[in-house]
C-alpha cells in the first residue's frame, strides 16, 4: 500500500517509531509528508518541531566550534540548515549574516524570535544593533530604548550611545556614557568604547580638550587600538595641528600598516615631495591588490601626494581610478536623485506662521558641498550669540519621515508641525544655550524650501560656487560617509549642479527675503562689504571678529579646516586650470549641463 493511502495516524506512529529508533531522516519524512496532506495536523506539527529541534541541539557543539574557529560561512550553511528557533542556532546564524555584511536578512530571524519572547531584553538588543548596522537609525533607537529599558546593561547603553551619536544627539551621548563610566560593572573594554563615544560626542560639539582628554582615556585603557590613534588624529586635524595629527595617524599605521583609511587621513595632513617614502608605500600598498573599498583610498591618497608634488597628470589618473571604484562601492544609483527631486517638486505647501521665541532661531548655510559652507558658518559664528553646530543631521530626518509620511502630493499641516517640533528639540539641544544656532549641512538645499515654510524664524544663506572649481573640489574628495555618493562621478556632479541650482531659483523666488545669495568668490573677493551685509541680513550684532574667521578657536571637521584657518584671500582657479586637460570627462559633463540663473 502506498504511502499516500496510509491514514494520518499510521505514519505518524511510523515517524514516531523511527525518531525512537534514530532514523531521524525518515521520521522527517514521515512528519513531512502528513503535514503536505494535512497542514494544521498539530500531532506531526509537534513531532517535527521537537525533532529538528533535537537535531539543532545535537549539533550545536560542531556549530559553535566553527563559529569559534572563525569559519563564519560555514557555520552559517549549518545554521541554515538547522531548525531557527533554536536559540543558540538562530544566534549564530545573525550574527554570522551580521558578519558578513547583510544584517537585513538578521532582522528577520530576531523580530520572529521578538513574536515568540517579547520581554527578552537580548533579542531587543541585538535587533537594535542590526539595524544600527543596517543604517535604520530611527528603527535602531526605538529597539535600543526597548532593550535598555528591559536590561540597562553596559552593552546595551553603549550601543544605544552609537545609535544617538549617529543620529547627531550628542548631548544624550554624554549622559549614556555617563551612565556606564559610572558603573562598578563597567568592564575596562566598556570604559574604552564609553570614552571613544564620549570623544566623538564631543568633537562633533566643537569641545577640542574634552574629546582630546576622553580619547586620551580610551587610549590609555586599550594603547594599541589603532582606531583611537586615528580618532586623536583626526582631533589633532580639526584643531589645526597638522603636526600632531600626522604623528597620530603614523602610530596607527605601525599597529596597522595595511589600513588605507589611516594611509590617506595621513596623506590629508602630509604635504609631499618627490621623494617621500610614504608615497612608495602608498603605491606598493595598491600595487598588493586590495579590496575595492581600500584600493578607492589608496588612490585618493595618492592623487594627494601627487597634487603636491605637481604631477597633475598623475594625481587625475588616480582620481578617475579613485572616483570609480568608491562609486561602484557606494551603489550610488542616480534614478534615486532623479525621482527625489521630481518629489520635491510637488511637496511644496502652505507656511506655517507659528514661530517660536522659546527655541534657538536657526540659520541653515546650504549649498553644493566644498562651496564655501565651513568659511561662512566660521564668519557667522564670529558674532556674538551664535553657536557653530556643523553639520547636523535633523533636517534629514525630519524630511524623511516627512516623505514617508506624504507619498505624494503636499503634507497636511498636522504633518507641517510634526516637522517643525522634530526639527526645534534637534537645534535646542545643539545651540548650547544661545540665541542662534547654525546648521551647515550642505545638502539641506533639498529641503530648504520646507525648512523656510515651517520655521518662520528661520534665514538660508544659500552658498555658490564655480561650477568647474565646485565640481573638481568634490571630485577630489574622498567623502568618510556615503550621503555625497554623486561625488564620485562626472555626470553624476553635472547633474547635481544643475539640480542645485533648479532648487535655488524655486527657493529664491518664494523667499526672496528669508535667503541670501551668496557666491563664494565675490566673499573671497570683497570680504568686509559682503559680510556686513551677511551679518545685517542674519539680524546678528556686529563684531570685528567676523572678519577673521581663521583666528576662532574651535575645531572644524570638515575638509576645509585648513582654509578656514587662514585669512580670506580671493580664490583662484590655477587648480582647475592645472587638472582640466586630464579630466575631460568632467569638463565634458558641466558642459552639457544648461545653467539656471
Not at 587621513?265 to 608605500?281: F, I, W
Request: net charge negative.
Amino acid at each position: 500500500m502506498g504511502a499516500q493511502n496510509v491514514k494520518a495516524p499510521v505514519l505518524i506512529s511510523r515517524a514516531q517509531k523511527a525518531a525512537k529508533a534514530g532514523d531521524i531522516n525518515g521520521a522527517e519524512a514521515l512528519f513531512r509528508e502528513v503535514l503536505a496532506r494535512y497542514p494544521a495536523n498539530q500531532r506531526a506539527r509537534s513531532g517535527l518541531a521537537g525533532l529538528l529541534a533535537s537535531r539543532a541541539q545535537d549539533a550545536v557543539p560542531e556549530l559553535l566550534a566553527a563559529w569559534q574557529r572563525g569559519e563564519v560561512e560555514t557555520a552559517l550553511a549549518m545554521a541554515e540548515d538547522l531548525s531557527a528557533q533554536h536559540p543558540t542556532v538562530r544566534d549564530v546564524r545573525a550574527a554570522a549574516l551580521r558578519k558578513l555584511g547583510r544584517p537585513i536578512e538578521a532582522l528577520e530571524l530576531y523580530d520572529a524570535a521578538l513574536a515568540r519572547e517579547p520581554k527578552n531584553p537580548k533579542l531587543w538588543y541585538n535587533g537594535g544593533a542590526a539595524r544600527l548596522e543596517a543604517h535604520q537609525l530611527g528603527a535602531a533607537h526605538r529597539y535600543l530604548v526597548k532593550a535598555c529599558d528591559l536590561s540597562p546593561e553596559p552593552d546595551h547603553l553603549l550601543t544605544l550611545a552609537q545609535c544617538r551619536l549617529e543620529q547627531g544627539y550628542y548631548p544624550e551621548v554624554e549622559t549614556l556614557t555617563g551612565q556606564v563610566l559610572a558603573r562598578a560593572d563597567a568592564t575596562p573594554q566598556h570604559k574604552a568604547r564609553g570614552y571613544r563615544f564620549l570623544g566623538s560626542a564631543l568633537l562633533n560639539q566643537g569641545q577640542h580638550e574634552g574629546a582630546i582628554a576622553a580619547y586620551r582615556a580610551a587610549h590609555e585603557i586599550t594603547p594599541r587600538d589603532p582606531e583611537l590613534l586615528h580618532d586623536l588624529g583626526i582631533a589633532a586635524a580639526a584643531a589645526g595641528d597638522h603636526t600632531i595629527a600626522a604623528g597620530h595617524f603614523e602610530a596607527a599605521l605601525k599597529l596597522a600598516p595595511d589600513h588605507a583609511g589611516f594611509h590617506r587621513a595621513l596623506s590629508g595632513v602630509r604635504a609631499y615631495t618627490a621623494d617621500d617614502p610614504h608615497l612608495a608605500q602608498m603605491s606598493a600598498l595598491l600595487e598588493a591588490s586590495p579590496t575595492p573599498v581600500a584600493a578607492a583610498e589608496l588612490h585618493f591618497a595618492l592623487s594627494k601626494a601627487y597634487e603636491d608634488i605637481g604631477d597633475f597628470p598623475a594625481a587625475a589618473a588616480k582620481l578617475i581610478s579613485g572616483n570609480a571604484l568608491r562609486r561602484s562601492s557606494l551603489r550610488y544609483d542616480p534614478s534615486r536623485d532623479e525621482a527625489l527631486f521630481a518629489r520635491l517638486e510637488t511637496l511644496a505647501s502652505d507656511e506655517l506662521d507659528d514661530g517660536d521665541d522659546t527655541t534657538p532661531r536657526p540659520i541653515f548655510i546650504v549649498g553644493l558641498p566644498r562651496s564655501g559652507t565651513t568659511l561662512t558658518e566660521q564668519i557667522i559664528a564670529g558674532a556674538p550669540g551664535v553657536t557653530a553646530a556643523g553639520e547636523l543631521p535633523f533636517a534629514g530626518q525630519a524630511a524623511a519621515a516627512l516623505l514617508r509620511e506624504t507619498p505624494v502630493g503636499a503634507p497636511d499641516e498636522e504633518a507641517l508641525h510634526t516637522f517643525a517640533a522634530y526639527m526645534r528639540a534637534g537645534l535646542k539641544a545643539a545651540a548650547k544655550s544661545e540665541p542662534v544656532v547654525i546648521d551647515k549641512m550642505p545638502l539641506n538645499f533639498r529641503w530648504a524650501e520646507i525648512l523656510l515654510a515651517t520655521l518662520p524664524e528661520a534665514r538660508v544663506i544659500w552658498m555658490e560656487r564655480g561650477p568647474e572649481m565646485n565640481a573638481l573640489s568634490l571630485y577630489r574628495h574622498y567623502f568618510a560617509g556615503s550621503g555625497n555618493g554623486f561625488a564620485y562621478g562626472a555626470e553624476d556632479i553635472a547633474a547635481m549642479i544643475a539640480r542645485e541650482r533648479e532648487r535655488r531659483a524655486r527657493v529664491l523666488a518664494r523667499f526672496p527675503d528669508r535667503t541670501y545669495r551668496l557666491p563664494l568668490e565675490t566673499l573671497t573677493a570683497s570680504p568686509e562689504p559682503v559680510i556686513k551685509k551677511l551679518i545685517s541680513f542674519c539680524n546678528l550684532e556686529w563684531s570685528e571678529a567676523c572678519l577673521s574667521p581663521q583666528s576662532r578657536q574651535g575645531m572644524v571637521l570638515t575638509a576645509s579646516n585648513q582654509q578656514v584657518r587662514q585669512a580670506i584671500t580671493p580664490s583662484g582657479d590655477t587648480l582647475w586650470q592645472n587638472y582640466a586637460p586630464y579630466l575631460f570627462p568632467l569638463q565634458q559633463a558641466l558642459r552639457a549641463q544648461t545653467p539656471v540663473s
